[in-house]
């Protein structure tokens, strides 16, 4: 974040910066105070128009309009749509990390049901976005690629470090690891599948059917790949 | 095909035409199975470049100049270097399809494991091609995206035609359905881990070890979705 705001407040646009020119120095601490605000308005605006639209129909014009700033000013914070766009996925990734972040003095099982509450909750909440993020081009942009690696590999260390700790006997084995990696992909494709079936009106199971799913499907995976593991069974 | 064949011949570079317009309508026979020909000819040039490095990394100077041709006569085959990207991806999924489709006189379970085993050769064999399809862009390019879609979609038909009848009481369930789908993500996520181990040199599981996780996984989950939709499970 440090760094961000420095960039920023190098490259101020020149309307800023006319008539500033002596008191720079002394305002300075008040001018990073307003990129940072700004920013984090341009952001909050990014998630709710991201959020609600495909990519391609989101209007940098209409958020610039909504921000009451020029889209050029916009564009100095975010040189590109793809930079806005990667900034707002950035925050999204965090919020659902921090929602999805359960009491851990509570049982491993309901921590694991409370946490899939929080995530479906929060897919449910964003479809458009969810599905935007899932379904369009995660790799052609490194770095929303990167910010959903790291998501995934957040929930895989969760998984590995609290909740599946003592169910699974060798977790840092590569089979226990790609067991893993495989319900994230098993959540990610169930989870945009039921969100698809609201939006189109199809016949869509509960929110309650669908954490059970995730929840007995990933149980099941640690139980047999823990079964797997142990130096009785033949390889 | 025909289709394709018929709007390539209306379309072809002037090259062709000079010095063949009086005999045009008694050589069509003729250029049409050259147009099949080249098609061909590039779409297989184009598995193998798109299959061994990235997208990006495709050079159509390189796949032209393997063919013999000019660049610009590629481009009237396949417009952008996108459209010729789908037109492989669409041969590839043809093959994967017909490759995974394995005797359907064998018990469901050897079936299951034989079409796995194919599935995860195929993958390794093509590792790159298929790292490439998953993490870049799939959705990006509409056409890409639904030739994904149609794949995974004529495997969970399998699964539910075939493999899975008779286990699954009520495959037409939004649940069942949500859970194929979700297998579906699983068995992607966890090839593709799979090849990307592989690639990075670190510790990886062998295919059998994989095709037991896909195949437990899968049956895991028939099993448990049947016993939730038991009338006798309370809801």
Redesign the interface.
């Given at each position: 974040m440090a760094s961000v705001v420095a960039k920023t407040s190098r490259r101020q646009p020149k309307t800023r910066l006319r008539g500033a020119r002596g008191a720079r120095d002394a305002r300075e601490p008040r001018v990073r105070l307003d990129v940072d605000e700004r920013r984090a308005q341009l952001v909050e605006l990014g998630l709710t128009h991201f959020g609600e639209r495909a990519y391609d129909d989101v209007s940098i014009d209409a958020i610039a309009d909504a921000a009451g700033i020029s889209k050029g000013l916009l564009y100095h914070y975010f040189p590109t749509k793809r930079a806005y766009y990667a900034a707002t996925v950035k925050e999204a990734a965090s919020r659902l990390v921090a929602s999805t972040d359960t009491d851990d003095s509570a049982p491993p099982l309901e921590r694991l049901h409370a946490g899939l509450d929080a995530y479906l909750g929060y897919v449910k909440a964003h479809a458009k976005a969810y599905a935007?993020l899932?379904?369009?081009?995660?790799?052609?942009d490194p770095e929303i690629?990167r910010i959903v690696d790291e998501t995934r590999a957040t929930f895989i260390d969760r998984l590995t470090s609290g909740f599946g700790q003592g169910l699974m006997p060798a977790l840092d084995s590569?089979?226990a690891?790609?067991?893993l990696?495989?319900?994230?992909?098993?959540?990610?494709?169930?989870s945009l599948?039921?969100v698809e079936?609201i939006a189109e009106g199809?016949?869509?199971?509960s929110q309650r059917?669908?954490r059970?799913?995730?929840a007995?499907?990933l149980m099941?995976?640690v139980r047999?790949?823990a079964a797997?593991l142990l130096p009785s069974t033949p390889?």
């Amino acid at each position: 974040m440090a760094s961000v705001v420095a960039k920023t407040s190098r490259r101020q646009p020149k309307t800023r910066l006319r008539g500033a020119r002596g008191a720079r120095d002394a305002r300075e601490p008040r001018v990073r105070l307003d990129v940072d605000e700004r920013r984090a308005q341009l952001v909050e605006l990014g998630l709710t128009h991201f959020g609600e639209r495909a990519y391609d129909d989101v209007s940098i014009d209409a958020i610039a309009d909504a921000a009451g700033i020029s889209k050029g000013l916009l564009y100095h914070y975010f040189p590109t749509k793809r930079a806005y766009y990667a900034a707002t996925v950035k925050e999204a990734a965090s919020r659902l990390v921090a929602s999805t972040d359960t009491d851990d003095s509570a049982p491993p099982l309901e921590r694991l049901h409370a946490g899939l509450d929080a995530y479906l909750g929060y897919v449910k909440a964003h479809a458009k976005a969810y599905a935007t993020l899932m379904r369009s081009g995660v790799g052609v942009d490194p770095e929303i690629a990167r910010i959903v690696d790291e998501t995934r590999a957040t929930f895989i260390d969760r998984l590995t470090s609290g909740f599946g700790q003592g169910l699974m006997p060798a977790l840092d084995s590569p089979i226990a690891r790609l067991a893993l990696r495989g319900w994230v992909g098993f959540a990610e494709a169930a989870s945009l599948g039921w969100v698809e079936s609201i939006a189109e009106g199809l016949p869509a199971p509960s929110q309650r059917e669908v954490r059970e799913l995730l929840a007995s499907t990933l149980m099941e995976i640690v139980r047999s790949t823990a079964a797997s593991l142990l130096p009785s069974t033949p390889t």
